[in-house]
């Protein structure tokens, strides 16, 4: 177990609130949901760390799932909280915590999607993740186009070659520059593949022509990178406490501005604030013209960001005594910090911005 030295209390930061003007919504079977995806992970084996295992049966996949996908039938739901829990595990007990190099983790992914390329062979010493992966690609043929299929294992490579990329950056001695870590954490935080099922999950496809328009990629890109950057915000403390974790964005921008931490989190709630706030106007600029189906997936992005944020703001997993957030009017505020239009001085994402009508 790991034990908090004193310079990790020292780091510890307040958690602040958050914007996010989308209205809560909630599926009513969010418990019976979480039970089921926790007997499920069990059955997996996913992890042998019995700490690790009691760790994710309170991260509350059915709670993640009905708060950011509050629609669509059980059964379609219940695979999205079993992919949820093994992105967890993926994540907390392989790249997080397991120490994985480069090298390990670009075999274990490469192996991960060849799984999902052709689920119906497995393959040669699959990993546990790796065997319950295939077998949810195999189960989501049931109720999947082969269009979104195709969608669907697309983003999973984006996703793993987040893992790869990350799995370096914490093996290299400083942290990546603020450019490369925006890159790399809205790609390994596996918000490709999970965008990539609102429409499954709510039983309707987008067309091609639509999800390839630049405005509705520049929307899905700021989801990811909205809830990777809301993530870090809220998580950060118990990364620190658990394994002295200190790649995320305030850490980053800590360094890249040469700032005390503090200073740093200020900075990156400005510009969370100011990608939100470009959300709303780009995604009311989208929706003016927006077919039906379009429009359901552009709502159903802004609901995972509202979603997201309903279920970490009850999440035992993120609930620390030096940091405790429990009432509502403590997790949310009415303003952002930073509306301004003019693109972040961050290469990777700025041309978000020229998606904006400038009438």
């Not at 603020?178 to 496809?205: F, H, K, Q």
């Not at 009850?314 to 940091?323: D, E």
């Amino acid at each position: 177990m790991t034990v908090a030295s004193e310079n990790r209390l020292v780091q510890q930061l307040p958690v602040v609130p958050f914007y996010c003007p989308v209205p809560t919504a909630v599926h009513p079977s969010a418990r019976v949901l979480n039970d089921m995806t926790v007997h499920w992970m069990l059955r997996q084996k996913l992890d042998t760390d019995e700490l690790q295992r009691k760790r994710l049966a309170r991260v509350d996949f059915g709670g993640l799932t009905a708060y950011t996908m509050p629609y669509g039938k059980l059964e379609r739901l219940s695979f999205m909280a079993k992919f949820h829990a093994v992105l967890f595990s993926l994540d907390d007990g392989v790249c997080d915590e397991g120490f994985a190099t480069a090298d390990t983790m670009a075999r274990e992914t490469s192996r991960i999607v060849r799984g999902i390329e052709a689920p119906a062979v497995r393959l040669t010493d699959e990993s546990p993740h790796g065997a319950a992966l295939r077998a949810l690609r195999l189960e989501l043929e049931r109720f999947a186009t082969r269009q979104q299929l195709r969608r669907w294992t697309d983003a999973m490579r984006v996703y793993t070659s987040g893992l790869v990329w990350e799995a370096s950056c914490r093996r290299s001695p400083g942290l990546p520059s603020l450019d490369d870590y925006v890159t790399l954490w809205m790609r390994a935080i596996g918000m490709a593949p999970s965008t990539a099922m609102i429409e499954v999950m709510a039983g309707y496809e987008v067309p091609d022509h639509d999800m390839e328009d630049p405005r509705v990629r520049a929307l899905t890109e700021i989801t990811w990178t909205l809830v990777s950057w809301d993530n870090d915000l809220y998580s950060r403390n118990k990364e620190l406490l658990r394994a002295d974790d200190n790649l995320n964005l305030i850490d980053v921008l800590s360094e890249e501005l040469s700032c005390d931490p503090h200073d740093a989190l200020e900075r990156a709630v400005e510009m969370r604030d100011r990608v939100m706030v470009l959300f709303l106007r780009l995604r009311d600029q989208v929706l003016r013209y927006a077919s039906d189906e379009l429009r359901r997936y552009i709502k159903g992005l802004g609901q995972f960001i509202r979603g997201h944020l309903d279920w970490a703001s009850r999440c035992p997993r993120y609930s620390l005594p030096a940091s405790p957030i429990t009432a509502p009017d403590q997790w949310w505020k009415q303003r952002p910090a930073d509306d301004s239009r003019e693109p972040l001085p961050i290469p990777t994402i700025a041309w978000w911005w020229d998606q904006l009508d400038r009438t």
